[in-house]
């Protein structure tokens, strides 16, 4: 009796445990008890499992064949007519013939067997109903808590106890986690590993962006604005492309809100990421400009067959379209999806030199460096200070000391 118990309180725990159905939770159990069954009474063996799950319990009844004690020949699928006339005088050869058989009756052995087989199917179950479950969620939020931190990952775990994995090459750089905070992330893939679901999330994938635009944005989630692009350096800044079907909507202002009530939550959400929110337009030039605000552009030309732009601004406005350590030119790039190279707009009569006319001065990589900040002018370099230029640059001080020599003496 206390093996049967035993066994009644395993399912009993995976009952209210284990985030199984009613039909599944039945079905394996039924499987299980056919399964010992058939090894310790044959295949040919009839059964009948009635499983109580109100209580726990289960019921299992066997069905044997009437047969005349001459022509006994197997215990297991037969019954003698003269045993069975013993529960009831009426049985007649051929009749079938039911008897309750209880789990005592197996043995401790096989009941232990039993009971290890219940809970690695429902694990399995329970395995492949969370793949399931999750393989149909990705791509969207999810809030769960911290349960530990590791070196290069989080793990997780939603309101069902589901263990879920935020890597390091996911999270925000500013992010700062501690054991049992609240965290959303969006579900980036769902894997089986060796039978296990392994569910991957992320914090840094522009998916997330654009899901928290859906949640604080009613706009977006009804259909009337769509987001036609998202590029991001997580915690640094990010550009999104929106477009309206309703003329009636600016899609830009239902997007920042009153104040920047909208933007505002989902700033807050990334860390203080700096968030662009764009016009998206078929106008290849005047996407471009957009791209690039807030810099004031003077003149675009676009090498459509090499995917480039050459984007042509006043001296002032320069710094302004490459932006800090290039993130502004980089993601307006990425956005467009062209090359954008920056020139400065000379006025008419100044005087100047490009830097590609110092090839025998200054190395060609020192000149590509100081051209990927936007200076590809002498004049260009000297209106910003050595402290700026190592600062924006990957050169030493004194790279940057020589190079303004060399430029200065060139107007001396």
Request: with cysteine; charged share 35%.
């Amino acid at each position: 009796m206390e093996l049967h118990n035993n066994l009644i309180d395993t399912f009993a725990e995976f009952k209210e445990l284990k985030s199984i159905d009613r039909p599944t939770m039945i079905g394996v159990l039924k499987d299980v008890f056919t399964s010992t069954l058939t090894k310790l009474f044959g295949e040919d063996s009839k059964f009948d499992v009635i499983v109580n799950d109100t209580k726990g319990d289960v019921e299992i009844w066997r069905s044997r064949v009437v047969v005349e004690d001459s022509e006994f020949t197997d215990q297991y699928t037969q019954i003698p007519l003269s045993e069975a006339r013993k529960i009831d005088e009426d049985f007649e050869p051929g009749e079938e013939y039911s008897d309750e058989i209880r789990l005592e009756d197996f043995g401790r052995r096989a009941i232990l067997a039993l009971k290890q087989n219940l809970q690695a199917k429902i694990l399995e179950r329970e395995k492949d109903n969370i793949y399931l479950k999750y393989k149909d969620r990705v791509g969207e939020i999810i809030t769960g808590e911290i349960y530990q931190i590791w070196k290069r990952e989080l793990l997780v775990l939603d309101d069902e106890g589901t263990e879920l994995i935020l890597p390091k090459s996911e999270q925000i750089p500013n992010d700062r986690y501690r054991k049992g905070d609240t965290l959303r992330a969006v579900v980036l893939s769902v894997e089986l590993r060796n039978g296990t679901p392994a569910i991957k999330l992320s914090r840094t994938s522009p998916l997330f962006l654009e899901r928290l635009f859906e949640l604080e944005i009613p706009e977006i989630l009804d259909g009337l604005i769509t987001i036609k692009k998202i590029v991001r350096v997580p915690g640094e800044r990010a550009k999104v492309a929106v477009e309206s079907y309703d003329e009636r909507v600016d899609p830009v202002g239902a997007c920042v809100g009153m104040k920047g009530s909208r933007i505002h939550g989902i700033v807050r959400e990334l860390h203080n990421e700096n968030i662009d929110i764009i016009n998206f337009t078929n106008n290849l030039q005047l996407f471009i400009q957009r791209a690039l605000s807030p810099a004031k552009i003077t003149s675009i030309k676009i090498k459509a067959d090499e995917k480039r732009a050459d984007v042509y601004l006043n001296p002032d406005q320069v710094s302004l379209a490459i932006g800090k350590g290039g993130l502004n030119i980089k993601l307006a790039s990425q956005l467009v999806g062209m090359t954008i190279d920056v020139y400065r707009e000379m006025d008419e009569g100044e005087d100047d030199v490009a830097l590609d006319e110092f090839t025998d001065e200054i190395e060609s990589w020192v000149i590509e460096e100081l051209k990927a900040i936007g200076c590809d002018t002498a004049r260009s370099v000297l209106e910003l200070s050595a402290e700026e230029l190592v600062k924006r640059t990957d050169l030493e001080e004194e790279t940057i000391l020589d190079v303004l020599s060399i430029l200065k003496s060139e107007f001396e």
